[in-house]
């Protein structure tokens, strides 16, 4: 007999449309409206993007890859997909909730992020718990799995085929960036956080596994709280590179992220290339895992170590 298991997938969130911008930027920020000019500023980048972000419809179609693939995967359970996001409705209350009704007593939980942090990964984890333990539904948590041999083997192969694309006279001047979201510094120092090591994990587990000769990391899309952030921001980074190695090609791996959205399009596609385009360099930024069946494997793999 099979038996019923939710798949709790947690995920970030964006607006659904314009009007949504003001209270989802409001959630980020923990309940303090922006400033006019920092709503502005945000409204601006979105519509740069063309006018919303793609990030609600990937991360459904991810959600909906992830347990197909993992129902394929077991064969004694049925895994019954919520999705439940950060900072905007579907929440993970709400999910969690959906999840008591159904009568669903256990669950697995996954966040759409390969590396753990007890901001990120902890923090949504942590949301999911408290109204669980509401209902009394067991929970089997997912950390991370940036070091599952998929997801190193989805990177690799981008990297590789990237830099097919480079003649090979130029190699050695060819320079890999790997990236996640910065943080504030106070924050992980406090909580002696593995956010940093993980990613410094990844871009050595890259370094071996590619062709790549040269690689750096890189941390993007920093806030404004006036506090310090982890660095070196990708873009400061590129400029220093640029001036002490001369190197003629950047290939951008925000390996943080899991799919093309705002910090992406905008922060990489845009703010990074307008830095290698400023010193005659040339930018590359491969595709992200999206709905890739190495990515989503690799989260296959990670859930059968803890269920
Ligand atoms: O495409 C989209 O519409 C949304 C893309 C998006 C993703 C994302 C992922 C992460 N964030 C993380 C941390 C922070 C911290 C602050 C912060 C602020 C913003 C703002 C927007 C935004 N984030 Fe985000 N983040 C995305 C979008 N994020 C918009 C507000 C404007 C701005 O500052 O640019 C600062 C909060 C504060 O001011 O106090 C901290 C982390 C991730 C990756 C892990 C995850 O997905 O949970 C960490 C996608």
């Not at 601006?44 to 693939?69: C, K, N, V």
């Not at 539904?137 to 997801?151: A, D």
Request: charge should be negative; hydrophobic fraction near 30%; glycine fraction near 6%.
């Amino acid at each position: 007999m099979t038996k019923t298991v939710g798949l709790l997938v947690m995920a970030y969130g964006t607006p659904y449309k314009e009007s949504d911008i003001e209270p989802y930027y409001t959630d980020i920020r923990h309940g303090k409206r922006p400033s006019e000019e920092e709503l502005q500023d945000l409204k601006d980048r979105y519509e740069f993007i063309g006018g919303l972000s793609p990030l609600a419809g990937t991360t459904d179609r991810q959600a909906e890859a992830l347990t197909e693939t993992l129902n394929e995967a077991y064969s004694d359970v049925e895994f019954k997909l919520y999705l439940g996001l950060k900072h905007i409705s579907p929440y993970i209350e709400e999910a969690v909730e959906k999840m008591h009704n159904d009568g669903i007593q256990e669950a697995v939980t996954v966040v759409l992020a390969p590396h753990y942090s007890s901001f990120s990964v902890g923090s949504y984890n942590e949301r999911a718990k408290e109204e669980a333990d509401k209902y009394g539904i067991e929970l089997h948590h997912v950390k991370q799995y940036y070091h599952q041999p998929k997801f190193i083997e989805y990177w690799t192969n981008k990297i590789n085929e990237t830099l097919e694309q480079i003649p090979s006279e130029e190699h050695d001047e060819t320079i890999l960036i790997v990236s996640a979201h910065s943080l504030p510094k106070g924050l992980i120092e406090r909580n002696n956080d593995p956010y940093p090591d993980e990613l410094h994990d990844t871009m050595k587990r890259l370094e071996a596994s590619t062709n790549i000769k040269h690689v750096a990391q890189g941390w993007q899309s920093e806030g404004n709280t006036g506090t310090p952030w982890l660095g070196p921001d990708v873009q400061d980074l590129t400029r220093e590179l640029f001036e002490a190695h001369h190197y003629k090609n950047f290939i951008y791996t925000p390996v943080g992220f899991v799919c093309e959205h705002l910090e992406v399009l905008y922060d990489n596609d845009y703010e990074c290339k307008v830095v290698c385009d400023e010193l005659g360099a040339n930018y590359y930024r491969p595709d992200m895992p999206n709905t890739d069946s190495l990515f989503i494997g690799a989260i296959v793999d990670e859930i059968k170590t803890v269920f």
